[in-house]
């Protein structure tokens, strides 16, 4: 599943490292928004 996502979000490239840092907000948000803009 994890590359399903990475080919579906690109701007989502950062790996994990990234996403630790950043809230589990942050990535969420972005799947949403991105879900509804396919």
Not at 11 to 29: E, F, G, I, Y
């Amino acid at each position: 599943m994890e590359k399903a996502t990475c080919f579906a979000r690109p701007h989502l490239l950062p790996l994990p490292d990234s996403s630790s840092r950043q809230p589990p907000q942050a990535p969420l948000a972005t799947d949403s928004f991105f879900e509804k803009n396919w």
